[in-house]
C-alpha cells in the first residue's frame, strides 16, 4: 500500500485518459473563444521572454555537449566538496556509537526540485546507511513525499544487498503542517539522539529551529539547500553546508558518473558565461550604453 | 516498462510546462493550467497515505509498547478527532473543526516559531566568537549592521547606518546573488536531469 509503485500506476490510469481529454477538447473548452480581434493578436511566443529562452537554450545546449562527451568517454575535474565527503563519515560515526541516521527531506512538496533533488541523494544516503546497518529515521512533511521517501529507502537497501534491515515505519510521515513538523522533528532529535542529522532540501524559517535543536544533542550535522534566505541559519548551526549549487551537484558526486558530471560542467561553463556577460554589462553601463543590460530584463 | 512509462509521463508533462512558460497561446496556457489542476488533485490523494502511515507507525508502537509508545495515544487521538470533527461538523468558520485550529494549533505553531528569537541568539553567540580572521570580520561586519539599524548608532556615529545600508547592498548583496545564480543553473540542469531520464533515483525500485 505504501509502495510508490501503485501510485505510479494509479498515475498511469488517471492522467493518460485525461491527457487524451486535454489535448482534443479540453484546451477548446477551457479557452474562451477568440474573437476576430483576439485571434489577430493570439501569438504563439511571448517575445518578452525571449531572452530567457535563448539563456536557458544556450544553457540546454552546453549541458547536452557535455552529456554526450561524457558518453564518449570524456573524463573531467570535479572539485571536492566537503559536506558531500563528511555523509559517509557521518554516517560511520552513527555506527560507531550505535545511533540512527536522520534525514530531513526538507518540507516543500515534490512539486519543488528540491524535494525530488533531496530523494535522489536519499537513495545514495539509504545505500551507505544499509551497508552500516544503521537505522535512518525519515520523517517527512508532505503526504505526497511518504511513498517516494518509502521507494527510495527501501531500493537503497535492496541496491546495497540488505533488504531485511529495511524498517518501513522509519519513514514517518508526521504534518503538513510547517511547526506542527518542526516540533515533531525537534521530538525525535531529543527522544531518539541520533548521531547525524542531514537536512537536505527545501527549508524556510523552521531551518534554525531544527539544526539548533540538532546541536543540543551533539549530532554532526550536515545541511544543504537552494533557499538562500536559510542558508546562514544551517552554516552557523551545522558542521558542513552544501550552498546552492553544491547542494544540486550531489549525485554527480557521490555517483562519479560521466553523464551527471557533464551536466557540472555545462554548469560551470554557464557561469562563465555569465560572468562575461555581468563584467560586460557592467562596463558598458559605465559608458552609459543600457541596451545590453536592458536586454536581459525579464518581463 | 514500470520505469520507461513514468519516465515518458515525466518527460512529456516536464517539458510541456517549459514550453508552457514561453507559449502565452490560450490552447497551451488552459492545458497548462489544467495539468497544474490535475497535480493538486493527485497530491490531495496522498492525504490518504499520510494517515495510512501516521496509524500504522503509531499502531505499531502501541500495541508492540515501543519506546516512548504514550506519545503516540494522544496523536492518533488527536488525528482522529479533528478528522471527525471536520468529516461530521465542516471546517468552515465557527465549526469545532476551526475553533480547535484557531485556538490550539495556531497557538501551539506560534510557540514553536517563537523559539526562532532564543535560538537566533544561542547560534549568533556561537558564530561571533572571533577565532579566525573570517570570523572577525563577519563578528564587525554583524555589529556595524546590527548598530547601523536601530537609533543608537546613529547617535553614536552618524554614518554608521550608511555603512550598514552599503555593507547590505553592495558586498552581502553581490555575494546573494553569485550564490543565487549558482542554485538557479543548479536547478535548471537538474530539471532538465529530470526530464531527460538521468537523474531517477526518486522513481525507485525496478
Known amino acids: 500500500m505504501q509502495s510508490a509503485k501503485p501510485i505510479v500506476l494509479l498515475a498511469v490510469f488517471l492522467l493518460l485518459p485525461a491527457c487524451v481529454h486535454v489535448l482534443t477538447v479540453g484546451a477548446q473548452e477551457a479557452a474562451p473563444a477568440p474573437t476576430a480581434q483576439a485571434e ?40 571536492k566538496i566537503a559536506g558531500l ?31 525530488i533533488y533531496s530523494m535522489v541523494i536519499l537513495g545514495n544516503v ?54 506542527a513538523f518542526t516540533a515533531g522533528v525537534d521530538g525525535i532529535m531529543l527522544r531518539e539522539k541520533p ?50 549549487e553544491e547542494f544540486f551537484a550531489a549525485t554527480a558526486y557521490l555517483s562519479k558518473e560521466a553523464k551527471l558530471v557533464g551536466t557540472l560542467k555545462g554548469s560551470d561553463w554557464m557561469k562563465i558565461f555569465l560572468i562575461v556577460a555581468l563584467v560586460v554589462g557592467a562596463v558598458l553601463e559605465t559608458f552609459g550604453v543600457t541596451a545590453f543590460t536592458r536586454w536581459f530584463t525579464v518581463q | 516498462m514500470k520505469k520507461e512509462v513514468p519516465l515518458l509521463i515525466t518527460a512529456i508533462f516536464g517539458s ?12 497551451v496556457s488552459a492545458v497548462g493550467e489544467t495539468l497544474q489542476q490535475w497535480a493538486i488533485i493527485v497530491i490531495s490523494f496522498s492525504y490518504v497515505l499520510g494517515v495510512a502511515n501516521i496509524a500504522r507507525v503509531n499502531g505499531e508502537k502501541i500495541s508492540k509498547r515501543s519506546r516512548d509508545w504514550p506519545f503516540a495515544i494522544p496523536l492518533l487521538m488527536g488525528l482522529a478527532f479533528m ?50 580572521l573570517e570570523a572577525g570580520l563577519l563578528a564587525v561586519a554583524a555589529v556595524i549592521v546590527m548598530l547601523g539599524r536601530v537609533p543608537v548608532g546613529a547617535e553614536i556615529w552618524d554614518k554608521l547606518p550608511g555603512i550598514a545600508d552599503w555593507i547590505n547592498n553592495v558586498p552581502q548583496m553581490a555575494a546573494k546573488r553569485a550564490i543565487l545564480i549558482g542554485a538557479a543553473l543548479g536547478a535548471i540542469s537538474t530539471g532538465l536531469k529530470i526530464i531527460l531520464g538521468l537523474e531517477r533515483n526518486y522513481l525507485g525500485g525496478e
Open chain 2, 16 to 27: 510541456f510546462m517549459v514550453i508552457d512558460y514561453f507559449v502565452p497561446h490560450p490552447s
Open chain 1, 195 to 244: 548521531a547525524a542529522n542531514l537536512f537536505l532540501g527545501s527549508f524556510f524559517a523552521e531551518s534554525l529551529v531544527l539544526a539548533e535543536t540538532g546541536f543540543s544533542t551533539g549530532a554532526i550535522q550536515i545541511a544543504g539547500t537552494a533557499n538562500i534566505h536559510q542558508l546562514p541559519f544551517f552554516v552557523v548551526a551545522c558542521d558542513y553546508t552544501l550552498i546552492g
Open chain 1, 85 to 115: 565527503d563528511a555523509i559517509e563519515e557521518a554516517i560511520g560515526r552513527a555506527t560507531e556509537m550505535g545511533k540512527p541516521v536522520l534525514y530531513v527531506p526538507g518540507i516543500d512538496d515534490v512539486n519543488n526540485i528540491q524535494t
Open chain 2, 83 to 132: 478528522l471527525g470533527v471536520g468529516i461530521f461538523g465542516g471546517i468552515g468558520e465557527r465549526t469545532l473543526f476551526n475553533d480547535f485550529f484557531l485556538y490550539a494549533y495556531t497557538p501551539m505553531s506560534g510557540t514553536m516559531f517563537s523559539l526562532l528569537a532564543f535560538f537566533i541568539a544561542s547560534a549568533a553567540f556561537r558564530s561571533f566568537r572571533v577565532r579566525t
Open chain 1, 126 to 179: 539509504a545505500k551507505l546507511v544499509a551497508r552500516y546497518e544503521t537505522p535512518l529515521i525519515v520523517p517527512v512533511c508532505r503526504a505526497f513525499v511518504v511513498p517516494l521517501a518509502e521507494e527510495t529507502v527501501k531500493q537503497g537497501y535492496l541496491d546495497s544487498g540488505h533488504p531485511e534491515a529495511y524498517n518501513p515505519n522509519n519513514i514517518r510521515y508526521l504534518s503538513d503542517e510547517q511547526f
Open chain 1, 40 to 79: 489577430g493578436q493570439v501569438r504563439w511566443f511571448d517575445l518578452n521572454r525571449l531572452n530567457i529562452a535563448l539563456v536557458v537554450a544556450v544553457f540546454f545546449i552546453l549541458v547536452l555537449v557535455f552529456i554526450r562527451q561524457a558518453g564518449k568517454g570524456a573524463s573531467f575535474f570535479i572539485r
